[in-house]
């Protein structure tokens, strides 16, 4: 009779499924009390045991053991279950390392606008920003462009508002437009560069886009020399490009600079012996600049006959192309991670 009891009991330890439990900690404890508590059926069945015939003993004590080892050895496995289970349901380890593999990192663009705006501010220019929706005067007229003069078509415009009697607004097409914001509102000396996205209405390809990134500069003081601009933007391209660089000025137009003049950079990838980038020629043109036109200074309320200054503009795509060797400007406005993540050490 002991015997059946006992084979019934590991049957039942031995079938024992923790999945069906409900509150699996409490259970496994209450499963535990049943067998193996002091008052449980262990301690039961070895009283039990205590009045058997001796002859019966031995097999009944192999057997009591058996049960016992059964209900152990089920309480352990369950307690492990019920551990590992929970470190997966809420495991809040703090010593474990943080995860950065999502982590952003800033777009090749604005580390090298950044860089620009870094380098000009240690000669003493701030930053001015403007809108990029603009109106004729600010974009053309103040800017010494005639009407109907052929340079007004210099530029494809994407006009907002283009209509006989009423004052053209359009995307901005360059950021020279803040010159004139900035002259309008500010009294001599003025020492700033102006980043921002400037349109174009052009078709997309590798070497042209309809949107983006300028930096202008501008310095408006008494005794400003064309001097004063070439010393400023070699100091510029020697920090941008190496101490090892040079500057070329050749003549050039620009209605609201004269004398105007666009500049180079000797090559920074084959050191002017001439390579693929360079064309064979050794030398990069960054940037067009030049002594502000007169006419520019007198419409933006700045006597030109006390004050003069010089102005210059650069392509901030143009300069990270050179400076990181990018070969086609889409890549910058596609937002490819396998492109945006070569720069992540770069800032
Ligand atoms: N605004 C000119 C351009 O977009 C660049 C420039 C700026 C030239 C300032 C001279 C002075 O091409």
Same mark, same amino acid.
């Given at each position: 009779?002991?015997?059946?009891?006992?084979?019934?009991?590991?049957?039942?330890?031995?079938?024992?499924?923790?999945? /069906?439990?409900?509150? *699996?900690?409490? %259970?496994?404890?209450?499963?535990?009390?049943?067998?193996?508590? *002091?008052?449980?059926?262990?301690?039961?069945?070895?009283?039990?045991?205590?009045?058997?015939?001796?002859?019966? /003993?031995?097999?009944?004590?192999?057997?009591?053991?058996?049960?016992?080892?059964?209900?152990?050895?089920?309480?352990? %496995?369950?307690?492990?279950?019920?551990?590992?289970?929970?470190?997966?349901?809420?495991?809040?380890?703090?010593?474990?390392?943080?995860?950065?593999?999502?982590? =952003?990192?800033?777009?090749?663009?604005?580390?090298?606008?950044?860089?620009?705006?870094?380098?000009?501010?240690?000669? +003493?220019?701030?930053?001015?920003?403007?809108?990029?929706?603009?109106?004729?005067?600010?974009?053309?007229?103040?800017?010494?462009?005639?009407?109907?003069?052929?340079?007004?078509?210099?530029?494809?415009?994407?006009?907002?508002?283009?209509?006989?009697?009423?004052?053209?607004?359009?995307?901005?097409?360059?950021?020279?437009?803040?010159?004139?914001?900035?002259?309008?509102?500010?009294?001599?000396?003025?020492?700033?560069?102006?980043?921002?996205?400037?349109?174009?209405?052009?078709?997309?390809?590798?070497?042209?886009?309809?949107?983006?990134?300028?930096?202008?500069?501008?310095?408006?003081?008494?005794?400003?020399?064309?001097?004063?601009? /070439?010393?400023?933007?070699?100091?510029?391209?020697?920090?941008?490009?190496?101490?090892?660089?040079?500057?070329?000025?050749?003549?050039?137009?620009?209605?609201?600079?004269?004398?105007?003049?666009?500049?180079?950079?000797?090559?920074?990838?084959?050191?002017?012996? =001439?390579?693929?980038?360079?064309?064979?020629?050794?030398?990069?043109?960054?940037?067009?600049? +030049?002594?502000?036109?007169?006419?520019?200074?007198?419409?933006?309320?700045?006597?030109?006959?006390?004050?003069?200054?010089?102005?210059? +503009?650069? =392509?901030? %795509?143009?300069?990270?192309?050179? /400076?990181?060797?990018?070969?086609?400007?889409?890549?910058?406005?596609?937002?490819?991670?396998?492109?945006?993540?070569?720069?992540?050490?770069?800032?």
């Amino acid at each position: 009779m002991l015997k059946d009891l006992i084979s019934q009991y590991i049957e039942e330890i031995r079938s024992a499924n923790i999945e /069906k439990f409900e509150d *699996r900690a409490a %259970e496994v404890e209450k499963f535990r009390v049943r067998f193996l508590g *002091r008052k449980g059926v262990m301690n039961e069945l070895f009283e039990q045991f205590k009045t058997l015939p001796n002859d019966q /003993k031995k097999e009944m004590g192999i057997a009591l053991n058996e049960l016992k080892n059964a209900a152990m050895a089920k309480v352990e %496995e369950f307690k492990n279950f019920v551990e590992e289970k929970m470190d997966v349901e809420d495991s809040h380890d703090l010593t474990l390392t943080a995860d950065f593999s999502q982590r =952003g990192s800033r777009h090749v663009l604005s580390v090298t606008m950044n860089e620009i705006a870094e380098i000009f501010a240690r000669i +003493g220019f701030t930053i001015e920003e403007s809108v990029e929706i603009e109106d004729d005067w600010h974009l053309f007229s103040a800017l010494n462009f005639p009407p109907d003069h052929p340079a007004r078509d210099m530029q494809d415009t994407f006009f907002v508002q283009k209509e006989e009697g009423k004052m053209d607004v359009a995307l901005r097409t360059h950021t020279s437009s803040v010159q004139v914001r900035v002259m309008e509102t500010h009294k001599p000396p003025i020492r700033i560069i102006a980043p921002g996205r400037v349109f174009r209405n052009e078709a997309i390809s590798a070497r042209a886009h309809c949107i983006f990134h300028q930096v202008e500069g501008l310095y408006v003081d008494k005794k400003v020399t064309f001097a004063d601009l /070439k010393q400023t933007l070699l100091y510029f391209a020697k920090e941008m490009f190496g101490q090892d660089t040079q500057i070329r000025l050749r003549p050039s137009y620009f209605p609201f600079t004269e004398p105007s003049a666009e500049m180079d950079v000797s090559c920074n990838i084959c050191g002017g012996k =001439g390579c693929n980038i360079c064309k064979g020629t050794g030398w990069l043109e960054i940037l067009g600049c +030049g002594m502000v036109d007169p006419n520019v200074l007198d419409a933006c309320g700045i006597d030109s006959k006390e004050y003069t200054g010089f102005a210059f +503009g650069m =392509g901030v %795509e143009r300069m990270a192309m050179l /400076k990181y060797q990018i070969r086609d400007l889409r890549l910058y406005f596609e937002n490819d991670l396998r492109f945006l993540h070569q720069f992540d050490n770069i800032i």
